[in-house]
Structure formats: C-alpha cells, structure tokens
C-alpha cells in the first residue's frame, strides 16, 4: 500500500459486496462534520464503514485522520457501530491473497444470497453531487 493515499479499490469491492449481498449502501462522496447527522436523520443507518486502520497508517494525511475521529465520535453519541474495511472485513488479505476455495459456510451463505436476494430487490443510487452532500 502507498502510505501517502487511500485506495479506492477497497472501498468499491465492499460496495459492491454489500450490494449483491442484498444491503441497502449509502456510501457519501465525502464526508463532512456537518452533514452526517442531518444524513443519519434522512438515511437511518446502522453501521458506519470507516477506512480507519488504512487512514491511520497515511502520512501527511491530518484533515482525513480528525475526520475518522469526528465519525467516530458521532457515532458513539448514536451508538453505532463501526467496521473497519481492512480489521473487520479483511479486504487487504482477500485481495491480494485470496482464497482457492470456498468453506462449508462461505458456501451456505452463497447458496442462501442467491435464494434470497432477485435482481429487482437491489438498488443502487450513484451521485456526484461534490463536496456539499446535496
């Protein structure tokens, strides 16, 4: 990994998962103090997906590590909880060393996705609306 950026890679891998998972994403351009209870507010999440792990490793990268902290902040005064997408979803290891093979259970829980999830329950909403949030 570069420790001077993000890579977005991970960030649409998890996007995508979540979405043929069947999960409903909101997923800001940026995100501003401001704005995320207003989001919160109209979107009702439950549960904020923080690139904390990789953030906190970046140098020269202040302004990104203070908005990790304020989410985080935000989301202890709501309780919600926060994933990491390397420490709790292990992007980095399934990318660049993925498995061979499926287990028994990464296999069950494919099997019941399909089953579950048709075509016409996912949807996606994509903008570029900038830096604002509008």
Known sequence: MNPDSTN????????LALCSYGAKVFLPMYVEKELIS??????????????????LGLNHHERQQISIDHIKEFADTK??????????FHLSALIYDPPTANNELEIQLIKSSLIEVQATDVRVDDTASGTSGA
Not at 79 to 88: A, Q
């Open 8 to 15: 977005e890679i991970f960030v649409a891998v998890l996007f």
């Open 38 to 55: 207003e989001w919160h507010a109209k979107v009702n999440f439950d549960y904020i997906i923080l690139p904390e792990e990789e953030v």
């Open 79 to 88: 309780e919600i909880p926060c994933l990491d997408t390397f420490g709790d």
